[in-house]
């Protein structure tokens, strides 16, 4: 078998990563690194144009063609900029066209000689899944959850509707009898809805693996889950043996400031972060004056992630800049506030350094992101299509001098921070743990071999029924029987 | 607060702990002895006559007084052994009165000056809980499970009973129709049998707390549950986030042998241990024969933990003594078979140790941990109330000479040790934790504030029935009034 032993004596071995792009690569790349870095031999599967993915130091990547040339991407992505609340760039039409793609790359993979020890992919897009299971390799998934509670499905693991909040619903674990009818509604469209989303897959699954099978159930394969949430920010809810609670992966990578940024963050009124995450490209020129209306108002700094020309009028205050070291601007003691799309990476970056927010969530899970953190008293959320200057600065701040947000954060990021062990040592624990047993079989619930009938116990159910059904008839029929003996009985007497 | 910082700067403050007696002082030992190293003031609440609760290096020990004296105790123990299938010694009544005469320590805690920031407990019997309760302390529990599920109603986690097998039945989390039939009805069962078990607590609960409140409802308080279960010996099951298994927590906790073993466990054909736990304190003549018989057709040595005069006709290969060190005799190379009443703890050791098992289950939770061993291929069960010579020799035969026994255990040891944290480690992490940050608020599930029919979501369905129903009965209204006015339209013309 294809594994050696590093010059540490410690395990190493092969391990294929099919990431998604955008912001899903940020925690796939520093699980990815730090395998590399500990001596497994690493290898990235990327396609020629890229949002984020890229090569890295600690791993060797696998480029594959695409079909179409970065100025179709450009126009899908600009396209996608057009209607605010729709950014689904990172997980729009184009991960398909790669899945397409990926498909074709596996037939290479199946020629390289050198054999996989598992498969590192975000599961939402079930490429690496279905090459996975192809190749006959364990896989590990690592995400942040999907929409219509596939993983959960394919994990077997329950959801109740009356305290598990739906995806999109923007509801609490505490709902009233109107969230929880909306809640349950919405559970019981879910495998209506995971058709819908996974409709296309199923048909390239049962193609490409040449058997009757679809994603759900390509996914129950699967030997660990590594779930990008923690309890902090997620409401508590089941989970099975082979998910593993990994949020705020990357709060502990961290480098250096720029020199340059030195007089923006070394204010004696502090800073404030402005970020939107990586889909957002453009933001709407009237928007962007609604903004820095606000921030002309206030006394603190303002370091703001802008990909276009710094507007005329933007007043001295704010520094605008096509990059930011976001996790290490929030990670400075001068950070006042973090105002963010609400997207997972960013929320669990200001959880790590306990910078409250204000939230303005874009579309995805970032209106649920948004909800479990405003319930945490950490934050408050404003709605970007009707944002106005005064909704923002009065948001603003109240997180920045209402001292509630910020000792609520502190007691928040305390509780985040403190774990047995790091997520992204558990992360890479978990993946050399598959790599090392071919799987984790031990941990899978044996949920896979009822079908929902028997899951329910239905049948169990209705042969009780039954013999209480029959129970009673008998007993009316006894009694019947024995009243019209007794009343004859009389008749004769 | 009455916390201090410790010479090495670590957090430390003070842990109360109410163990229970026998096997289930083990576990809290070893985390007691583990936090007091760590500077930690730890206070062991134990009774004056105990079976294995004892004074330790690192923790201080507050004795209580019993309104019975040993002869008592010894008779009752004597009594429990009469019965075989009935040592039940551990659990048994005796802790009941345990319980009584721990309210009234509990005033004497109350006018001690000193604030404990835990409680360390065993649920199972809810004397440190109530006392928790009382004091307005959070808690942390250790246990291996509560018969009646009680433990899975206060975390309010679901246990499907279609995969997830009930204490006392045998069962495996693979299920036939009528299992399955059996597992429910059990299921079914569960809270009347906690009611049964647990009426007399909640008496108590009632009177020592001063208000309207039951022992789930006090055992639903607690911050933390350390489960001593492992999913290589468990079945994959849905836990809770505020649930942490600690399964194998005294695997690593070895001494060297006595010197006087030596020459029982060096001998070339190996070594079988036998043990049947704490509480069987007297095997009867005739199945000490039983194993007598069978020992002399074997090649090898065989250590017997037996408390009473050696027999005499017993063989030169079996050395009896009244204690053995069981961990440290089963991490030895020359162990070869583990004869076990299946008790948790002695499993732990030998999976820990990878030697297969003889397994001869006696009551409690051990015929369940023996189906669970022997479902996984690392041993064999035998019932100990019909046991023969000739069936003890095959089953030793077949777990020491058929290699897949010792192969099987092998590859089940190595997942069990194969963990991101040593469980002692991660107990001893959580109980700080708890000390730390006064509880764990934020990994407790919102099912405490449903009751059961707003948890199914009964209410939900019933409206969505209702409204379905409304529809259907309109639609059919409509229908035969339009049919009406059609059929009148016709006849008129």
């Known amino acids: 078998f294809s594994t050696w ?21 940020v925690g796939m790349k520093a699980i990815s690194q730090e395998m590399g870095r500990r001596g497994h031999r690493v290898t990235v599967v990327m396609p020629e144009i890229t949002i984020l993915i890229g090569p890295g130091e600690h791993y060797e990547t696998l480029i594959y063609p695409l079909p179409f040339d970065k100025a179709f991407v450009d126009f899908i992505m600009s396209k996608n900029e057009d209607v605010l609340g729709k950014y689904d760039g ?60 596939l993983d959960m499905q394919s994990t077997g693991c329950p959801s109740p509707p009356s305290y598990v909040p739906r995806f999109f619903t923007g509801l609490t674990d505490k709902m009233d009898f109107k969230q929880r009818v909306i809640n349950t509604l919405v559970s019981a469209l879910e495998p209506l809805l995971c058709r819908l989303i996974y ?19 390509v996914l129950s394969d699967s030997a660990i889950w590594l779930h990008r949430i923690d309890f902090t920010m997620e409401f508590p809810r089941p989970f099975m043996p082979n998910m593993v609670p990994v949020g705020g992966i990357n709060c502990n990578v961290r480098n250096p400031l720029p020199e340059d940024l030195e007089p923006w963050v ?11 995450g990586t889909s957002m490209k453009k933001m709407p020129d009237e928007i ?53 799309h609400a997207g997972s990476h960013g929320l669990f970056e200001g959880l790590c350094h306990a910078v409250p927010m204000v939230m303005v969530p874009i579309g995805g899970d970032q209106p649920d992101n948004a909800a479990r953190m405003a319930s945490r008293g950490v934050g408050v959320v404003l709605d970007i299509s009707s944002i106005t200057a ?29 774990r047995p062990i790091d997520p992204l040592d558990l992360s890479v624990y978990w993946t050399e743990f598959v790599m090392r047993h071919k799987g984790a079989k031990h941990l899978k619930a044996a949920v896979h071999d009822l079908n929902w009938f028997q899951y329910f116990c239905l049948d169990v159910i209705a042969l009780l029924a039954t013999i209480v059904l029959v129970f009673i008839v008998l007993t009316a029929k006894c009694l019947k029987f024995c009243c019209r003996k007794l009343s004859r009985k009389r008749k004769q007497d």
Request: net charge negative; hydrophobic share 45%; glycine share 6%.
């Open 199 to 217: 409709w296309r897959f199923d048909q390239i699954a049962k193609e490409f693996l040449e058997e009757d099978v679809g994603v759900a159930e």
């Open 390 to 418: 005064e909704d923002l600065l009065q948001g603003l701040n109240e997180v920045i001098n209402d001292t509630r947000y910020k000792e609520n954060m502190k007691r928040l990021s305390a509780l985040h921070r403190d």
């Open 90 to 149: 990172e997980d729009g039409g184009k991960d398909f066209v790669y899945s397409i793609a990926l498909m074709w790359i596996t037939l290479k993979l199946l020629l390289i000689p050198q054999r996989f020890d598992a498969v590192l992919t975000d599961p939402m897009v079930p490429t690496g899944s279905l090459i996975a299971r192809k190749l006959g390799i364990p896989t590990v998934n690592l995400l942040r959850g999907i929409p219509c509670f």
């Open 288 to 340: 962007t004056q609604v903004f820095l209306e606000a921030f002309r108002q206030i006394p603190q700094k303002v370091i703001w992630r802008y990909s276009e020309v710094a507007p005329d009028n933007t007043p001295e205050n704010v520094k605008m800049m096509s990059w930011v070291p976001q996790n290490d601007l929030l990670a400075h003691p001068g950070a006042r506030a973090f105002i963010t």
């Open 5 to 25: 032993k590093s010059h540490t004596g410690a395990y190493v071995g092969k391990l294929l990563v099919v990431p998604m792009d955008g912001s899903h690569w």
């Open 266 to 276: 070394s204010g004696k009124q502090g800073f404030v972060v402005f970020t939107l």
